[in-house]
């Protein structure tokens, strides 16, 4: 287990710096002008090569790219804000949590209610109750989340005044904007879990157990739901990446100081310093996400393990 695990770490590492070389070439291309969003436009070409220099800008991007990557490692210096004039990381931690919060229990909803609701349409298939989750499953997709956010929002803010608006004040804040935000993410959790059950159901092993005398509950949730949930658990890397892009329309839809509306306050104002902080923070969580869902995948189904020995 031990190789597999360094195995993994050792193809994140690239991945991770890939990722964010890519991006901070991408964004290097951006015509934004530090010094003429210090300065204004009447900013003499002395100036503007001061400011460069002062921000590094005149060197090769290589060059740019190393340094900031060696002072966010080893300081967690993301820069200043060329905008704002202040340091992007504390910015960044002040919002932090606001974002971690609303996507951990946006991936606690899509996890367990998917997961739930997937297998009792499987265990109760073409039933009333299973084909009511398809149909909710499929509206939860069609619509748009943005839609279905304002939606919510007046009806359950505005109209019944059961939740707050906006803000980030306390826990009954993030109610709204995280079931907002798993919502179409739990209608494709339920029909991948759902389909996963089904094929699962109809192994000749699980007939075996049937025909063994095990009760219903015994065959699936002992039997099946083991197999039947290792696709499952692989797509959830992929939602951790839907939810976290996913926060950056909800957060400023509810008012949310977070990492997501500091990306698009950021990208308004096309302050690049601010703009990469978040991407990092979304490239490294992706990426380790991803290494722990390879984990489990390796612990539930050990044949994984034996192709890296």
Request: overall charge positive.
């Amino acid at each position: 287990m031990v190789k597999y695990i360094l195995k993994r770490l050792l193809l994140l590492i690239p991945t991770f710096f890939l990722l964010t070389l890519m991006v901070y070439t991408i964004l290097s291309l951006s015509p934004a002008n530090p010094a003429f969003m210090r300065l204004g436009t009447t900013a003499t070409q002395e100036q503007i090569d001061e400011i460069n220099h002062e921000l590094g800008l005149d060197r090769p991007l290589l060059v740019r790219y190393g340094t900031y990557m060696w002072n966010l490692i080893t300081k967690g210096d993301m820069g200043v804000s060329w905008v704002m004039q202040t340091s992007v990381y504390k910015e960044f931690m002040e919002r932090l949590p606001n974002t971690l919060l609303l996507t951990a229990l946006a991936l606690l909803l899509t996890t367990v209610v998917g997961i739930v609701a997937g297998v009792f349409a499987a265990v109760n298939q073409n039933s009333i109750g299973d084909r009511t989750t398809m149909i909710l499953a499929m509206l939860l997709i069609s619509l748009p989340n943005f839609f279905l956010s304002l939606i919510c929002q007046i009806v359950f803010c505005l109209q019944l005044r059961w939740l707050p608006v906006t803000g980030a004040g306390s826990l009954k804040h993030f109610i709204l904007p995280s079931i907002m935000l798993a919502a179409s993410r739990i209608a494709g959790q339920v029909r991948l879990t759902r389909s996963s059950m089904l094929d699962v159901i109809g192994q000749d092993y699980v007939r075996t157990a049937y025909a063994k005398g095990c009760s219903k509950r015994r065959v699936v949730f002992y039997h099946a739901l083991r197999n039947g949930l290792m696709p499952v658990i692989t797509n959830i890397g992929n939602n951790v990446g839907n939810i976290v892009a996913g926060a950056v329309t909800v957060e400023t839809i509810f008012a949310i100081p977070g990492v997501g509306s500091m990306l698009v306050n950021a990208v308004r104002s096309n302050d690049i310093p601010q703009v990469m902080s978040p991407i990092i923070f979304i490239s490294l969580l992706v990426c380790v996400v991803n290494l722990v869902v390879d984990l489990l995948y390796a612990v539930i189904d050990p044949r994984v393990k034996l192709q890296y020995r």
